[in-house]
């Protein structure tokens, strides 16, 4: 009953290599999300998308690349990854076109990146 | 920019006291929304409670509660009666403008909550 789910949830790899996550929801929202967090627990927005479509794009290396192949998901792709990569990726989801509360982002477990 | 702050980076509370997990925020908008977030220790983001700016009433979700002082921008939290499962880190955010169409969170740098025995 995973409202949202991120695979995998651990992943060590070498510098240099090219890795993916995944995240899916399943709870109707039309907008996701990818966050980023530190070694110190700073949390911030990568991009997003609405409805298969980017709206932020935040100043992240090209490196990074996200794509939606519909709006229950949402997937990263990380290309010749180094050492500075190592954090947390959070997906999150929210409703957007209604205001307050409704507008809450659900986020996913995490994904636990470690590049050596 | 908006911008989240959070100036206590650790607090320590006894079980079944109450504490007070402070949040200042700085935004020109009029209508904007507050939220607090808990991460335990095993990673993952929790949804605590919701604020908009314009709700005439302090938010309370269960033992959770907002103490929202708008004239002075501040939107804290407070646990009552903690439990040892309340130890974790908490986050403010508030929903900020990004682009034209997008909007995310934007988050304080987090207190990190002790509840001892």
């Known amino acids: 009953d995973t409202a949202v789910s991120q695979t995998p949830k651990y992943l060590v790899t070498q510098m240099g290599n090219d890795k993916s996550i995944k995240c899916e929801q399943n709870?109707?929202?039309?907008?996701m999300y990818w966050y980023k967090q530190d070694s110190k627990k700073f949390l911030k927005i990568m991009f997003s998308?609405?409805?298969?479509?980017?709206?932020i794009n935040e100043t992240v290396p090209n490196r990074f690349s996200p794509k939606s192949p519909d709006k229950a998901h949402l997937n990263l792709h990380i290309n010749s990854l180094e050492l500075g990569d190592s954090a947390v990726y959070f997906c999150?989801?929210?409703?957007?076109?209604?205001?307050?509360?409704?507008?809450?982002?659900?986020f996913g477990p995490g994904t636990r990146l470690l590049v050596l | 920019a908006q911008k989240i702050t959070q100036t206590q980076p650790g607090m320590f509370v006894q079980e079944k006291e109450a504490v007070t997990l402070d949040c200042t925020y700085d935004?020109?908008?009029?209508?904007?929304?507050l939220f607090w977030y808990k991460q335990p220790s095993s990673g993952e983001m929790i949804f605590l409670i919701y604020?908009?700016?314009?709700?005439?009433q302090n938010a309370t979700e269960g033992r959770y509660s907002l103490n929202f002082q708008k004239a002075r921008k501040s939107a804290n939290l407070v646990i009552s009666a903690s439990q040892l499962g309340d130890s974790a880190m908490y986050f403010c955010?508030?929903?900020?403008?990004?682009?034209?169409?997008?909007?995310?969170?934007?988050f304080g740098k987090g207190t990190s909550l002790l509840v001892t025995p």
């Open positions: 998308y609405n409805n298969k479509e980017l709206i």
């Open positions: 709870l109707g929202h039309d907008t």
């Open positions: 955010a508030m929903r900020e403008p990004y682009s034209n169409s997008g909007y995310a969170l934007n």
């Open positions: 999150a989801s929210s409703l957007t076109g209604t205001s307050g509360r409704w507008e809450t982002q659900y």
């Open positions: 935004t020109s908008d009029p209508s904007y929304g």
């Open positions: 604020q908009g700016s314009y709700d005439q």
